[in-house]
């Protein structure tokens, strides 16, 4: 038996779900940009109460680890963090890209197994945090920080579709979505029901973290902008 809280804040996408044993039990979801540190509380304890459980009975945090927004990954992570703490429970991390393509494969039904997917999380500008990723959910291109241009992805569009999403990928598609094998999903929204998969196999395989030395996977360093006159 497993009772996972699980918490999505890599984008501006602010998600908590609870799930038993894989299946959801339920969903608080905004998606809005610096609303995360103002909602996420509320949306666990509003959770928690329409299931009827109190805190105690969760067996596990999960949490999507990045990359993504910095301030995001924080509000998340310190969340899920301090339940670990004052509950002592475990926590679980899920690398947010590989989140995406599980909730594509498990909430789109059935896919071209030839395809490649392409989540992309917007980085500012026309960079983006990518990976790639089998039908199946096999990594075959490590998650990155890059700049699209027109040559970007070319070998892997020469033989295969490819099916781009995520809040970085719409942005792209005016510079990729020339190529007859690049295909864009618009609609896709972070959810924290894409960590269930993986965070029910996580905790079945005791893969937890060490609560006081984890850190948000930032990908590269932040770089503080121009306060707005």
Known sequence: MSLLLQIETATTSCSVALAKDGIVLGLKQINQRNIHAEVITLFVEELLISAGLKYDELDAIAVSSGPGSYTGLRIGISTAKGLCFALDKPLIAIETLESMAYGLINSYGALDNHMLLCPMIDARRM????????????????????????????????????????????????????????????????????????????????AFENVAYFEPYYLKDFIAGKKAL
């Not at 990518?130 to 199946?136: E, S």
């Not at 070998?155 to 990729?176: P, Q, S």
Request: proline residues 4%; hydrophobic residues 45%; contains cysteine.
């Open 127 to 206: 960079e983006v945090f990518t990976a790639v990723f089998t039908a199946k959910g096999v990594k075959i291109k490590p998650t990155a920080a890059e700049i699209i241009d027109v040559n970007s992805f070319n070998e892997l569009l020469e033989i295969n579709k490819m099916l781009f999403f995520g809040d970085g990928a719409e942005k792209c598609r005016e510079v990729l979505g020339a190529h007859p094998n690049a295909g864009f999903l618009p609609d896709f929204v972070n959810s924290a029901t894409h960590l269930t998969q993986k965070a029910l196999e996580k905790f079945r395989n005791r």
